[in-house]
């Protein structure tokens, strides 16, 4: 396996102008729920609705916007998460991201300069299943310890971006 | 509680919203259902916290801030609270969490932060160390992005 660079949006890229932060602005926690969305968009930043899906697609199309959706409440919905570092060595280290990247609860997944150098997020159903998924990923590679982190209290989560 | 309705919805609401002029009405023809109680099914979930957040998810390294860390910090237990709300109300930090630490590892508060460049995240770290008084804590700078994808809820067979 081959480790990938983050990606680089497919096109140029140009530099975000006034309107481009505006809408990411309003469109990143204040996305409306309703019939005409982009019209809605348009109306907060002084633009029409055809600009702001011209710009919203444009930014989609080079990256810029990674989704466009709902997140939920993974606990409210009856799962559990946690944070895992992991020890591997550089040797087993394709293998053992190989192994971890198969499951789907595994939804990020990050190489970090640190003697625990893979540091991934595991939800799953339940803590027996989540814990099940630990033993599985120790008992198929050569990882020397995995921590496991669940959150005890989230004091913050938001990724808005002031542009 | 979630009711048919709202299940139905989490699972259609897991894909992407098409870029188009009317992204919920495709939605709603997609779920036989008609597009204003959809709308208001959608409008319950976040009234009810199931879902958190509906909008855009910038991918950070295209919006400026190119450098992130996570930073991990070993709090006394009696000041993780105030700490915690200290370092989530300063804008590079974008998340917060406390978490069980391990017997080998005794971090229990977690910042991710971001900045312009990895020097200017040494130097928000530092800060936050000198203002919470927090002198034991390890930067965790991201080499690769390994995976990253949106969880899918609901669905038989995958975990």
């Known amino acids: 396996m081959t480790i990938t660079k983050n990606q680089k949006p497919k096109t140029k890229n140009q530099p975000l102008d006034e309107l481009d932060r505006a809408i990411l602005n309003e469109i990143q926690s204040h996305f409306p729920i309703g019939s005409r969305p982009y019209a809605e968009v348009g109306e907060r930043v002084g633009a029409s609705e055809e600009e702001v899906l011209a710009r919203v697609m444009a930014m989609a199309e080079a990256g810029i916007i990674r989704r466009l959706g709902a997140n939920f409440t993974s606990r409210k919905l009856g799962y559990t998460s946690t944070l895992c570092a992991a020890r591997v060595t550089p040797e087993s280290l394709d293998h053992f991201v190989a192994v971890v990247n198969r499951y789907p609860g595994v939804t990020h997944n990050y190489l970090r300069r640190h003697r625990y150098n893979v540091w991934f997020t595991l939800i799953a159903e339940s803590e027996e299943r989540l814990n099940q998924i630990l033993e599985e990923i120790s008992g198929a590679s050569e990882v020397l310890e995995i921590l496991s982190l669940p959150a005890q209290e989230v004091f913050k989560i938001k990724v808005d971006f002031q542009l | ?159």
């Open chain 2, 1 to 159: 509680m979630l009711s048919d309705l709202d299940r139905k919805v989490i699972l259609a609401l897991q894909r992407d919203l098409e870029i188009c002029p009317r992204p919920f009405l495709e939605v709603a023809e997609h779920l036989g259902i008609g597009e204003e109680p959809l709308l208001a099914a959608i409008r319950s979930l976040m009234a009810r916290g199931y879902i958190r957040r509906f909008g855009a998810t910038l991918r950070h390294q295209q919006s400026g801030y190119e450098a992130n860390a996570l930073v991990a910090w070993a709090v006394p237990e009696a000041d993780l609270k105030r700490i915690g709300q200290h370092l989530a109300g300063q804008r590079a930090v974008t998340h917060c969490y406390a978490r069980r630490p391990a017997p080998s590892w005794p971090y229990n508060l977690y910042t991710m932060i971001h900045g312009r460049t990895p020097e200017e995240c040494v130097k928000i770290a530092a800060q936050m160390a000198a203002e919470t008084g927090v002198r034991d804590y390890e930067m965790l700078f991201s080499e690769t992005e390994l995976k990253k994808t949106t969880m899918r809820y609901f669905r038989e067979g995958e975990s």
